[in-house]
T-cell receptor, first 114, second 118 residues
Framework: DAGVIQSPRHEVTEMGQEVTLRCKPISGHNSLFWYRQTMMRGLELLIYFNNNVPIDDSGMPEDRFSAKMPNASFSTLKIQPSEPRDSAVYFC????????????FGAGTRLSVL | AQKITQTQPGMFVQEKEAVTLDCTYDTSDPSYGLFWYKQPSSGEMIFLIYQGSYDQQNATEGRYSLNFQKARKSANLVISASQLGDSAMYFCAMREGPRGSTLGRLYFGRGTQLTVWP
């Protein structure tokens, strides 16, 4: 069974550009999480969805960040406009509600904003 | 207050020896879960082991065991017979609320970098 799939694996962009990160959760999982990891702040939860509905977006840094989950098999995290301080590794994770709440992570997207 | 505290930024262990990575947690919820993840240099986050607050026995998964001391609010990871491939960052995490709760976010510690030397 395929794990959580994130794309792209690496993204380099210039300040001011729009960035879209994509995530395909594990089939049958009903919760999806977006995290950001930096050396300074560690692993931060940005937003999570349950049954495609956003439950907690209090970690989204500002209005430049938005996330959608149009269906159970796809989610996007968009940054518009991007800034150098957005440079980080962005992880997506999914979870099946009945499975001890174990979250399974994708390989991450390493974003560099120049 | 931090939900998860990992006080060891770095740990070193010789191959084939056992090592304990410390984790303390803070919650007033009687129902919670504790997790350990491994992040090798390649960057992915790998789930290792889980302990529920009501579990009577310490969790074990192969060479990994979780030393759960509820009264002390600690959930230390023990790796037995360390291997070179165990060199990685290790994160402790906690979920508050019942196992099937939709409010299932994880709180992560800052991690411990483990280096296994030959």
């Amino acid at each position: 069974d395929a794990g959580v799939i994130q794309s792209p694996r690496h993204e380099v962009t210039e300040m001011g550009q729009e960035v879209t990160l994509r995530c395909k959760p594990i089939s049958g999982h009903n919760s999806l999480f977006w995290y950001r990891q930096t050396m300074m702040r560690g692993l931060e939860l940005l937003i999570y969805f349950n049954n495609n509905v956003p439950i907690d977006d209090s970690g989204m840094p500002e209005d430049r960040f938005s996330a959608k989950m149009p269906n159970a098999s796809f989610s996007t995290l968009k940054i518009q406009p991007s800034e150098p301080r957005d440079s980080a590794v962005y992880f997506c994770a999914s979870r099946h509600q009945a499975s001890q709440n174990i979250q399974y992570f994708g390989a991450g997207t390493r974003l560099s904003v120049l | 207050a931090q939900k998860i505290t990992q006080t060891q930024p770095g740990m070193f262990v010789q191959e084939k020896e056992a090592v304990t990575l410390d984790c303390t947690y803070d919650t007033s919820d009687p129902s919670y879960g504790l997790f350990w993840y491994k992040q090798p240099s390649s960057g992915e986050m790998i789930f290792l082991i889980y302990q529920g607050s009501y579990d009577q026995q310490n969790a074990t998964e192969g060479r990994y065991s979780l030393n759960f001391q509820k009264a002390r609010k600690s959930a230390n990871l023990v790796i037995s017979a360390s291997q070179l491939g165990d060199s990685a960052m290790y994160f402790c995490a906690m979920r508050e609320g019942p196992r099937g709760s939709t409010l299932g976010r994880l709180y992560f510690g800052r991690g411990t970098q483990l280096t296994v030397w030959p």
